[in-house]
């Protein structure tokens, strides 16, 4: 009967309404046929143990949770029909007669709009992020809570769930991931569930456990004609869908930075926390984000089991990810660090927090679009103003400043490590920042990155096109540079920018002590 109702759903004219061409794509667990219009979900009779599907009955509650659950995220979602046999043997969709199959049906949407494809295409944008961040919050803040949900979310499931990831990767220890890297994630993983379990259980009494999205990464989302649309919601085991609301987020921001958007992710992860305001969460979003890495290259890594031809790209994509996991991991326990790349416009400030957020792993602010948010205009393109007007005013200029102070001690206070990167031509500005992290007992460092006035200029000229949250014109560098106060008593490093990317960087681990 299986291949039977697999050959009918292959076939344009089964459907109720006209179809040309049906494609069809097929998981481990589905098969999912493609018409143009609508999209039809028929789930596998398998059970792998944590997802069972074997019976009829089971498919048919399964195919109704994941409408019901999905309908809170999604209008994608229509329904679920019955396939029937009719008095002469014959398959039908939807209409009476004996019932062998079920099928999710939902509107299909273009595949190109997935986020994953455009993230490899690089049109995924900060307007987009902003939306997806607000739209993440809300559901978050929706999202049910019980004693049973809280139980499956617990300390001890995560426990138990970092438990069955190491003896689910004995296997693959000298392959995709190193003997030393399996030894140092299962070190800080181990110690950090020990010292944290206080820190756990509050989360668990403030309601922060809650019935998530479970799988919420870039390919369970479409962005369509300016919409969010969030799908494929986890409805098959509570053990994977119930969780903090910062393990969620992780998933997402760590997908971000697997693409090598991680200027996406910690502008996902600021908008979250601007939207929710639960900046506790910052003591587990590493943590957790090393838990979806580490769970994404023992899945993929899965494959070679299944000789695959291409067994080189399988295990590289595993092993990075198992990187991006031990990245994670190197910073659990490191001293929170503020980090302020300052200078005039133009001088590579942008350029360097950015690249050392690649290895520090420290949240990257940017003022450019803070200052965009903080106006409410549009993120993705320019806003050009003369010197001291509109965007960027005094009185706009003292709120970015203020508001990153306050970032500073809201990111600090949760051992969030955090680059800040902005022009900071005043002292005050400079002393008032420096004074909020050292009272955090931060390590705080000022970077300030010069540039010759040639360089500059090129660098304004290109960034018209290349930039478009950068708004600085020559004419303001200039009338900037007549009015950046000197630093007096500040300690500070000084970083030539415009030479060789290694030697930049090597200046700046030797800033911070890194090396």
């Known amino acids: 009967m299986q291949q039977r109702i697999l050959e009918a759903f292959s076939n344009p004219g089964f459907y109720l309404h006209d179809v040309e061409k049906v494609r069809l794509a097929e998981t481990h667990t589905a098969w999912v046929f493609l018409t143009g219009k609508r999209a039809y979900k028929i789930k596998k009779p398998v059970n792998f143990g944590f997802l069972d599907f074997s019976t009829l009955e089971k498919r048919k509650t399964f195919c109704e949770r994941e409408v019901e659950l999905n309908r809170e995220l999604s209008d994608l979602y229509l329904g679920v029909e019955p396939i029937t046999l009719d008095e002469k043997g014959n398959l039908k969709l939807g209409e009476n007669g004996k019932v062998v199959e079920y099928a999710v049906v939902m509107k299909e949407l273009p595949q190109e709009t997935m986020m994953s494809y455009l993230l490899v295409e690089d049109k995924v944008g900060y307007v987009i992020i902003d939306k997806l961040a607000r739209e993440t919050a809300k559901f978050h803040e929706k999202a049910r809570t019980s004693d049973e949900i809280t139980s499956q979310g617990s300390l001890d499931s995560v426990r138990f769930n970092w438990e069955e990831n190491f003896a689910q990767t004995e296997d693959v220890r000298g392959v995709t991931i190193s003997h030393e890297d399996f030894r140092f994630i299962t070190g800080r993983i181990e110690r950090f569930l020990t010292e944290n379990e206080p820190a756990f259980r509050k989360r668990e009494k403030d309601g922060k456990i809650k019935y998530c999205h479970g799988d919420l990464h870039s390919g369970n989302i479409f962005v369509h004609e300016g919409k969010i649309h969030i799908f494929d919601r986890i409805e098959f085991n509570l053990r994977f869908a119930c969780s903090d609301t910062a393990a969620d987020l992780a998933f997402l921001t760590m997908d971000l930075d697997f693409h090598g958007k991680r200027n996406l992710s910690d502008f996902l992860l600021d908008r979250y926390l601007d939207e929710t305001g639960d900046y506790e969460l910052l003591r587990f979003h590493d943590f957790f984000r090393c838990y979806r890495a580490y769970v994404r290259g023992k899945v993929i890594g899965f494959q070679l089991g299944q ?3 291409n067994q080189a790209e399988i295990k590289n994509r595993a092993s990075a990810y198992f990187d991006l996991a031990k990245l994670y991991a190197s910073t659990l326990f490191a001293k929170p660090q503020l980090i302020v790349f300052y200078g005039l416009p133009g001088t590579g400030k942008s350029l360097m927090a950015s690249r050392t957020r690649n290895w520090t792993n420290a949240v990257h602010i940017r003022s450019d679009i803070l200052r965009r948010v903080l106006a ?56 008032e920042l420096k004074e909020a992290g050292e009272k955090l007992e931060a390590e705080v460092h000022f970077i300030r990155c010069e540039a010759s006035d040639e360089q500059v200029r090129t660098w304004i000229k290109q960034r018209k096109e290349s930039d478009k949250q950068s708004d600085a014109t020559w004419e303001i560098y200039l009338a900037m540079k007549e009015r950046f106060e000197p630093e007096g008593k500040l300690p500070h490093h000084v970083l030539r920018t415009g030479r060789d990317p290694a030697e930049m960087d090597a200046d700046v681990r030797r800033f911070l002590s890194r090396e």
């Open 307 to 309: 000789n695959p031809v």
């Open 376 to 431: 409410g205009v549009s993120l993705d393109e320019h806003h050009y103003a003369s010197f001291g007007k509109d965007l960027y005013s005094p009185e706009m200029s003292s709120r970015v400043y203020g508001t990153l102070k306050d970032k500073a001690r809201s990111y600090l206070a949760q051992n969030q490590s955090l680059i800040i990167d902005a022009t900071y031509s005043k002292q005050k500005e400079r002393a």
